[in-house]
Structure formats: structure tokens, C-alpha cells
């Protein structure tokens, strides 16, 4: 079974930065890719940004492409994201997921952190 823990997420202003950490533990632990989601509320959830687990290929949202950073420790089964110019419109619960898709899809994660509140106010 693969556990995905987020954490990091708060109340920050405007224009504050913000870094969210996910740890991935498990006894078969071998996704090909991490992603960070994200799901307003009265909203679908999103896709924010993926990396390639093996060489390290990024890839964004356009609403957030410049703003923020995934990036992964491989060797701590570390995967963050790191978060400047916040915008109220980022506001949503942020999750992590794995899987052996480099996919912007939903439906090609199965593994799935209980997601952590990143609240921008103006």
C-alpha cells in the first residue's frame, strides 16, 4: 500500500510564498511520476504541475507556469512544491498523487495524499 502525506500549507497573504512537502512510503513503492493537484471550493479538482521521477522532466499549468516549482528528493521520497506570488486564486486544498504516468489526467493516479489548505487571502 502506498501512503502519501502532504503538509505545509497555511493562511499567507498575497504575493507570499509558500513550500508543500509530500512524503511517500510504502513496502512497493515505485511510481514513475508525482503531481500536485489542487481543489478549490464548488470546484473540480486541478492539475497543477508533474515531474518525471526518473530525469526529472516538469511540466505546469499555465496558471502557474512561472510561479511554481515541483521538484523531488528521490532518495527521501520527498516531492515539493514550491509556491511564490500567491494569488487568492490559489486557494484549495493541494494534493499530491503518484503514478506510473507522466499524465495530467485525474484518473491515472492511483495514490492520493488527504491534501493540505493553502489559503491566499488579498
Known amino acids: 500500500q502506498v501512503q502519501l502525506v502532504e503538509s505545509g500549507g497555511g493562511l499567507v497573504q498575497a504575493g507570499d510564498s509558500l513550500r508543500l512537502s509530500c512524503a511517500a512510503s510504502?513496502?512497493?513503492?515505485?511510481?514513475?511520476?508525482m503531481a500536485w493537484f489542487r481543489q478549490a471550493p464548488g470546484k473540480e479538482r486541478e492539475f497543477v504541475a508533474v515531474?518525471?521521477?526518473?530525469?526529472?522532466?516538469?511540466h505546469y499549468a499555465d496558471s502557474v507556469k512561472g510561479r511554481f516549482t515541483i521538484s523531488r528528493i528521490n532518495s527521501k521520497n520527498m516531492t515539493y512544491l514550491r509556491m511564490n506570488s500567491l494569488k487568492p486564486d490559489d486557494t484549495a486544498v493541494y494534493y499530491c498523487?503518484?503514478?506510473?504516468?507522466?499524465?495530467?489526467?485525474?484518473?491515472?493516479?492511483?495514490?492520493w495524499g488527504q491534501g493540505t489548505q493553502v489559503t491566499v487571502s488579498s
Open positions: 515531474i518525471s521521477l526518473s530525469d526529472g522532466y516538469t
Open positions: 498523487a503518484a503514478s506510473l504516468l507522466i499524465s495530467e489526467g485525474l484518473r491515472d493516479y492511483p495514490y
Open positions: 510504502g513496502r512497493s513503492f515505485s511510481a514513475r511520476a
